[in-house]
Each structure stands twice: as C-alpha cells, then as structure tokens.
C-alpha cells in the first residue's frame, strides 16, 4: 500500500492544525524532556541557533528562496522586507537565476505571504520571469517540503535560502533533513538586534523548536510512522 499523502495545514491554521500527525506528541515530548533536564537540551541546541546564526559562504546556484512571515494589514514586515531586501541583492549580484517567495495565507491576510512578498519585490525592480511563488504552506517545514517538490519538477538541485540570523539553524536543519542542497544566507538588517534582550529570547525560542524537531524526528523513527517521517524526511 502507497503510504498517505503527507498532512498539510489549512490556510490560515491555528496552532494545533499546523501540528499535523504526531505533532502534539512531540510537542509534548520534547516540552516535557526540557523541563525535566532542567532546560539542558534547549541550552544545548542554542549552540547550534548561534553558530548557524552567520550562515554560509554562499556560490551560485539554482533558486533563491526567501521564507514567508506573516503579514500585517496585506504588507509584508520590517522583518519579511529585509529578507527579501537580501534576496534580491543576492539576485543582483548573480548567484541565482530566480527567486521563489514562500508562504502561504496566514493570520488575517486577504493575500499570501509568497503574493505579497512577491509584490514587493517587483516594486524594487526585479523582473516578473524571474520571480517563483509557494502560497501554499503554513510554517517553516512547510515552506521547504512544498519547495522541494518544485525543485525535483523543474531539475534544479541548488538553493540559497534566505531568512533573519536566528530562524536559520532551524530551517537549514530542516532543509537538509528534507535531503535539500542549501546554502543559508542571513538578511544582515534583520531585527532584533544582536545582544538585545529581544535577540535573546529569540534564540531561545529557536533552539526549543530545533530541539522539538530533533525529539520528533526520533519519536517517529522509534514508532516507525510513515505519516510522520514522510512530512520531515
């Protein structure tokens, strides 16, 4: 039997939607074992949200790929601007034929967030043939799994994928796990600021959702679910 179509979250999904299979279990895991060693995993994968924080010396290749954030009144924000302000510096300069904006209807929007950044980026004069969308997802894995699927269509093999500092040891991590060619390229105006207190809980914040992935990753392997190791690998 052909195993299930992988889950994929609602447009404008709540929390508990965009858990999917498995979700609430990790989640619950991966809080629990946190708190039980005193915080010691989610201190551990900070390592790592601070180390991938400089990103990676980036080299031509076939796709920049710029991650969606939620949108405030239809209008991407300060954040999803400096994103997309990098990605097309990145273009400027020669490293990437195209640029594929992803994210789907989140929040309150009326518009994707791959519409919308797309909209923006037009307005600082990148041309429409080089410009890709993926308005479908809703998180972060999301994003990345709807994107592979366009990469294997359309034979390209290489990506530099754009976020802020702290969001990109996840999404690398997550990139790879996918089996995806990435070379991670932080957005250098990007907020928060570095050292500031907001900087801080930030990187927090991201090394649980590394450590969350790490303890999922390892729940679904130990109950050999299909569903759920088809969503992340």
């Not at 619950?28 to 990103?55: C, D, E, K, N, T």
């Not at 594929?100 to 519409?115: D, K, N, P």
């Not at 004069?125 to 809703?138: C, K, M, N, V, W």
């Not at 996840?170 to 570095?194: D, E, F």
Request: hydrophobic share 40%; aromatic share 8%.
């Amino acid at each position: 039997m052909a195993p299930d179509r992988p889950y994929t979250a609602p447009p404008r999904s709540t929390f508990l939607q965009k858990l999917g299979p498995g979700g609430l279990a990790s989640f619950l895991l991966a809080s629990g074992s946190a708190v039980l060693l005193l915080g010691l995993p989610v201190w551990w994968r900070m390592r790592w949200v601070l180390r991938g924080a400089g990103g990676d010396p980036v080299e031509p290749s076939d796709l920049i790929l710029v991650l969606g954030r939620r949108l405030e009144r239809d209008r991407p924000t300060k954040t999803f601007e400096a994103r997309l302000a990098h990605a097309a510096d990145l273009w400027r300069q020669g490293l990437a034929p195209r640029i594929l904006v992803a994210g789907g209807l989140t929040g309150r929007a009326r518009i994707s967030e791959a519409e919308a950044g797309c909209a923006w980026l037009r307005s600082q004069g990148i041309p429409e043939e080089a410009l890709r969308t993926e308005d479908q997802s809703q998180h972060t894995l999301e994003n990345l799994f709807h994107v592979r699927g366009t990469l294997r269509a359309e034979g390209w093999r290489t990506l530099i994928l754009v976020s802020d500092h702290l969001h990109l040891a996840r999404a690398g991590t997550l990139a790879r796990g996918l089996g995806l060619a990435v070379r991670c390229s932080p957005a250098p105006s990007c907020p928060p600021t570095p050292g500031s207190l907001a900087w801080w809980r930030r990187a927090a914040l991201e090394a649980f959702f590394l450590h969350w992935y790490h303890t999922g990753l390892a729940y679904s392997r130990l109950i050999r679910s299909e569903r759920q190791l088809n969503r992340v690998t």
